[in-house]
């Protein structure tokens, strides 16, 4: 059955440098992949999606993610880090035409 | 802002009791889903319901119920409520049946039971 894991629960960034959330999946096809991002007392928002078009995808926020069916990751990127985007992200994959969650990873920004 | 809303905000009640929370999807959207967001649990879908009808189950509750109105908004009802209901519950739209759409999430509703 299709599933992720999010690999780390928290990761810590200086502002200005890196950022990398791993995403692995569970799936016996190509599935598609999400990746949500939710701020303190708010809702979830859509960062970008990969539904086997292209697989580097470009989100919003200057985010992007890599479907590699090789190593069945889906890594979520940015060049540099803001203190806005300090929050949780979570990595979602569609079974049977639901939305499966993984445990999200908490970004934390360092000034 | 998604286009999503959901009230109330915030509710704080007891045990035993029973809640409703509502959701209004995006205009023009015909799915509903909903989702319970713990910390123990983390994010589950409950239930899906698309154009009136009811979709798709997940991990819901036989103490929990939802419909779908003709005006496509929906609730959401919890009965009998234990300490461990408390929670963020999430109301989600899309445009069509589901599957690989985007979906477009409300901000909300945090309970808290007594």
């Known amino acids: 059955a299709q599933s992720v894991t999010q690999l780390d629960s928290h990761v810590s960034v200086s502002e200005g440098t890196p950022v990398l959330l791993r995403c692995n999946y569970s799936?016996?096809?190509?599935?598609?992949l999400f990746w949500y991002v939710q701020h303190p007392n708010k809702g979830l928002q859509l960062l970008l999606k990969?539904?086997?078009?292209?697989?580097l995808v470009k989100g919003i926020n200057g985010f992007e993610a890599e479907f590699k069916k090789s190593e069945t990751s889906f890594h979520l990127t940015k060049p540099s880090a803001h203190m806005s985007d300090a929050a949780e992200y979570f990595c979602v994959v569609i079974r049977t035409y639901k939305y499966i969650f993984g445990t999200g990873t908490r970004l934390k920004v360092l000034a | 802002d998604s286009g999503v809303t959901q009230t109330p905000k915030h509710l704080i009640t007891a045990t035993g009791q029973r809640v409703t929370l509502r959701c209004s999807p995006r205009s023009g959207d015909l799915s509903v889903y909903w989702y319970q967001q713990s910390l123990d649990q983390g994010l589950q879908f409950l239930i899906q319901y698309y154009n009136g009808e009811e979709r798709a189950k997940g991990n819901i509750l036989e103490r929990f119920s939802a419909q779908q109105f003709p005006d496509l908004h929906s609730e959401l009802n919890l009965s009998s409520l234990e300490l461990g209901d408390s929670a963020l519950y999430f109301c989600?739209?899309?445009?069509?049946?589901?599957?690989?759409?985007?979906?477009?999430f409300g901000p909300g509703t945090r309970l808290l039971v007594l």
């Open positions: 989600a739209s899309s445009v069509d049946r589901g599957g690989e759409e985007t979906q477009y």
């Open positions: 990969y539904t086997s078009a292209a697989t």
């Open positions: 799936s016996s096809y190509s599935p598609s």
